[in-house]
């Protein structure tokens, strides 16, 4: 059972970079200082930090938390259509950790860079108290879309279902395993996957007037498009997993919260212009994705929901760094 | 004496927009999920995270926390031949910290970024249990200088003396304050410079066969660049910081130790090809910058020291995470 201390910083670093790629056409070899890369045309650049103590709950294995952490920044990037192209990977990690250990959360990170299409081109490596894993993607980009640009009689679409993260969250958190559907939600929640394809059509063929990911919370990013937009939404009986619904009903939780306050959630919700509604379904349907329609934008700066035929007002809830405890979003900036 | 809760994450972020650039040619507005500019040409891209309970002694103020956080990320970027051009910041902090010390924090980042030229163009932003500062910095670069690719008979150079920032440690953790020597020695500890022009025109004319920065301590990157290109080093006289000799001989500190062992000095050690050194010495010097020679490299495998007229072998001696505790380097990979 070696520890890190047993390997070292060195040995750990050796280790490391015999696993990184090398940007195209790169010039430096895996572990220089820095790393290099060609590039020509839109960079677009994210980063995000996943933090032991506040995003990874107790149970959560350490390869889901490299595979989380990677979608997490490769979220940022997708929703404003950029496709990553390569990660950098900053840790801190304790001495005590086992060797083995780091194995299984760099594979995570690994796995979860080659579903994006991104190579692991560098990084940094720190001891300390906690794990700390900063994930930063550099994609690329021919066109963006913006948080800004929602006009009112837009279209608000999503690219999926919501309440199976927080679901899953719930499940891992209870400590309830071996049931068929509690280990299909802490599947979802360990291994969430950002809509790169979804954010790149969609960018692509210009139909999306604004974008953001649902990591804060499905209600916290709508509050964030209307305050920046200057709109309200009217959103009519949401996407709602199945799976959420039968846990929610099997253990007495509220289904709304867990579709509307849960985070965690990787999928883009974005306004559509409403002549290019049909378009923009068509490219993200090509690209193997869905693009639901829940409502549209509206003047009036309310956020109205119709939940099982009940319209309700959408409070402005979710996690806040700084001011709630334990459980967080992550927010670049 | 309003602290971070009283703030809250929301109104960080709002903060820290007001403050961030925009790319070059940036379609997203600053602080949306990602960060976007123009790119065309050899891209190059380092992190270095600086970690509270290991890189920032007692007594540090924020302010030069951040410079220096910005100064070691850089510091990679410029040892490859790159000039900085956009920065990324990813934000660990303590919902305790007060405000006006995140400002003074935030300043300090910014201080950093203007003088190398790069723009702070987003980034993340967590809370935990220290502070930690993840500095992504983005530079462009025409020609590179790898770790590797010295060969025997180079010279080996620096871009400044040596010793000065380990005294200047030492001046801080001692707590004696007050004396303009310990003053000036701290000051240089927390405020270094990263030597970009320096790189820069190296990688430009071509001249350096191999460089590495002395983030890690002089004796670790002398063996470093040792391992990965299989000759040795032979050291006449290394330039030693006047201050931190008067230093050590007033508090009786081993100064050889000082000048090899201590790290978290930024300077460049190069090698040179010999017919180029003029044309290295010139251009280094035109742009502001020195180049010290203090040696070469041999075939033989050992790094041999002349100081004070006394031949010493140098040991592989330095800071290495997950081994050692409390002081740091600092290494990407």
């Known amino acids: 059972?070696?520890?890190?201390?047993?390997?070292?910083?060195?040995?750990?670093i050796e280790w490391i970079t015999r696993r990184l790629d090398e940007g195209e056409g790169a010039s430096l070899p895996p572990g220089d200082d820095a790393a290099d890369l060609l590039f020509d045309g839109r960079l677009i650049a994210s980063c995000d930090m996943f933090v032991e103590s506040t995003d990874m709950p107790v149970g959560m294995r350490l390869r889901d938390a490299g595979f989380k952490a990677v979608t997490a920044a490769t979220s940022d990037v997708a929703a404003k259509g950029g496709v990553p192209i390569a990660y950098l990977i900053s840790l801190m990690l304790p001495s005590d950790m086992l060797f083995e250990d780091f194995q299984e959360l760099w594979t995570g990170l690994e796995e979860a860079a080659r579903l994006y299409g991104g190579r692991i081109i560098g990084g940094d490596l720190s001891s300390g108290r906690e794990i700390i894993i900063d994930v930063i993607c550099l994609g690329a980009a021919d066109r963006?879309?913006?948080r800004i640009g929602a006009r009112p009689g837009d279209i608000l679409a999503v690219t999926g279902e919501f309440g199976l993260h927080a679901a899953g969250l719930y499940a891992l958190l209870?400590?309830?395993r071996g049931?068929?559907?509690?280990?299909?939600?802490?599947?979802?929640?360990?291994?969430p996957i950002a809509r790169v394809k979804e954010g790149v059509e969609l960018a692509r063929i210009g139909a999306a007037s604004s974008s953001i990911d649902?990591?804060?919370?499905?209600?916290?990013?709508?509050?964030e498009l209307s305050r920046l937009n200057d709109v309200g939404f009217i959103i009519d009986e949401p996407p709602v997993s199945r799976e959420a619904e039968e846990y929610a009903e099997k253990y007495g939780l509220d289904l709304f919260d867990l579709v509307f306050y849960g985070g965690e959630e990787y999928e883009l919700i974005v306004t559509i212009k409403p002549p290019l509604l049909d378009v923009a379904r068509e490219a993200v349907e090509?690209?193997?994705?869905?693009?639901?329609i829940v409502g549209r934008a509206s003047e009036d700066k309310v956020i109205k929901v119709r939940w099982r035929g009940e319209w309700r007002i959408l409070e402005d809830k979710g996690y806040q760094h700084f001011v709630d405890i334990n459980k967080k979003g992550g927010k670049g900036y």
Chains 1, 2 share one sequence.
């Open 179 to 191: 049931d068929p559907l509690s280990e299909k939600l802490i599947e979802y929640f360990s291994r």
């Open 286 to 292: 090509k690209a193997g994705g869905r693009l639901i």
């Open 1 to 12: 059972m070696r520890r890190l201390r047993d390997i070292g910083e060195r040995g750990l």
């Open 174 to 176: 209870s400590g309830r």
């Open 214 to 223: 649902s990591s804060d919370g499905l209600a916290r990013s709508l509050h």
């Open 144 to 146: 963006t879309i913006s």
